[in-house]
């Protein structure tokens, strides 16, 4: 039988990166996605495979962090692993979605997204680690 309280913990933690993770499995159910109003870079699907990865990226560091996988390894790692797999079971799960194709371009686009969303947040944390120690 399965603690309530340990999956209310893992619910609280992972509930923003099990959103988004749905949020991208849902859009790429979808034959044809939505116009993205903005700029013309958007119209690129590489792009907006990064920026929802990213997206990704920052809600599942947000919970590696707060109930790590592994207690072992570092959130950045978690990840970076973790988000590699889910981008390829996406790219996989495309190949059956009529006007869609299995691409492994995009799925590096995906992994780039994880890896910049995971440098930008290691950076901040360790300037924050900085400030506090030099004032």
Known sequence: MTD???TKS???????????????FILSSCSTLPEVPGPKLLEWDKAKHFIAYGALGFCMF???IRLPLRRKWHPGAQVLLLGA????????HQRFVPGRSMDPHDW????????????????????????????
Do not use: H, M, N, Q
Request: glycine share 8%; proline share 4%; net charge positive.
């Open 4 to 6: 309530p309280k340990t």
């Open 108 to 135: 590096l686009a995906d992994i780039s997204g994880l890896a910049v969303a995971v440098v930008v947040i290691v950076i901040i944390r360790k300037f924050k680690a900085y400030k506090k120690v030099c004032g």
């Open 62 to 64: 947000r919970g590696a």
């Open 85 to 92: 797999l889910y981008g390829a079971s996406d790219e996989f």
């Open 10 to 24: 893992f619910l609280d933690a992972w509930w923003p990166a099990i959103a988004c993770a749905a949020a991208i």
